[in-house]
């Protein structure tokens, strides 16, 4: 069983950044994929933001936020990161992270542990 709590989130004006962490606990990340979902104002599914594979080898980014999100991992593979750069009012939205015992995906559905959620809110 994994537990994963969110963090970082919080109020900032557009093309500022933030730095969202999950920190896992029950077990470290190392063989999981990690991912990171969001579920913005109104809408009633969650959106793919990025992922990592198991490997760190390889990334994959929704094309909303590809070159300015970058997903990362830390050395002792039980928090996963979120750096959001050059952000944009239609990012503002509840940030999920999400791991994963099977392949890489991009649909919630395919991810077994969910954080709680943290607020990210941009400003025009």
């Known amino acids: 069983q994994v537990q994963l709590v969110e963090s970082g989130g919080g109020l900032v004006q557009a093309g500022g950044s933030l730095r969202l962490s999950c920190a896992a606990s029950?077990?470290?990340?190392?063989?999981?994929?990690v991912g990171w979902f969001r579920q913005a104002p109104g809408k009633e599914e969650r959106e793919f933001v990025a992922a990592m594979s198991y490997t760190d080898r390889f990334t994959y980014y929704d094309d909303s936020v590809k070159g300015r999100f970058a997903i990362s991992r830390g050395n002792a593979k039980d928090t996963v990161y979120l750096q959001m750069n050059s952000l944009k009012p239609e990012d503002t939205a509840i940030y999920y992270c999400?791991?994963?015992?099977?392949?890489?995906?991009?649909?919630?559905?395919?991810?077994?542990?969910w954080g709680q959620g943290t607020q990210v809110t941009v400003s025009s």
């Open positions: 999400a791991a994963a015992a099977g392949g890489i995906g991009v649909r919630p559905y395919e991810y077994d542990y």
């Open positions: 029950g077990r470290t990340l190392g063989s999981y994929v």
